[in-house]
Structures are given as structure tokens and as C-alpha cells.
């Protein structure tokens, strides 16, 4: 008789144990789950920016050569009247068209 209620006791006891390692697994496993998620939720975050950045170096890049653009015509109009009040000596330090 009281190997028998070792036995039971034993059983319960490997029981109790195959439920908590269970518990544990699923609690680890949802755990694994939420950072998976939240990963996710981080990598759309992340290609969103990199799209919004893509657009604005494109818009830069478009605003840099108007700029340029702008730079240099102003300078071609100038450059004659800086020339004419400018020695000889100083031409050397002007900008190559």
C-alpha cells in the first residue's frame, strides 16, 4: 500500500512538473511572440522613415541644383562688372565658369 501511494505521489509530482515546464513554455512563447510584433511594428516604423528620407533628399537635390542654377547665372550677370572694376591681378582669384 504505501509503495502504491508513492507511486501516486510520484506521478503528481511529475505531473505538477510537466504542467509548470508547460506554463513556462507558453508564457516564453508568447513572450517570443510580443517581441516578434513589436519588431515588426519597429521595421514598418523604419521603412516608413527611410521612404520619407529617400523624398527628401530628392527634394533637397532638386532645390541644391536650382540653387546652383541660380548661383551660377547670377554670376555669369556679375562677373562683366567685376571684371571692369577689378585689377588684372585679381582676376586669378575668380570662380571658373
Not at 30 to 52: P, S, T, W
Request: proline share 1%.
Amino acid at each position: 500500500m504505501k509503495e502504491r501511494e508513492e507511486m501516486v505521489n510520484t506521478l503528481r509530482t511529475s505531473e505538477n512538473n510537466a504542467e509548470s515546464v508547460s506554463t513556462l513554455a507558453d508564457s516564453k512563447l508568447q513572450e517570443a511572440q510580443d517581441l516578434f510584433a513589436q519588431a515588426n511594428l519597429m521595421r514598418a516604423g523604419a521603412d516608413r522613415d527611410i521612404v520619407q528620407a529617400m523624398k527628401s533628399v530628392q527634394d533637397l537635390q532638386g532645390r541644391l541644383k536650382a540653387a546652383h542654377d541660380q548661383f551660377w547665372a547670377l554670376y555669369a550677370a556679375v562677373s562683366p562688372i567685376i571684371a571692369s572694376v577689378c585689377w588684372l591681378e585679381d582676376r586669378d582669384l575668380a570662380l571658373e565658369v
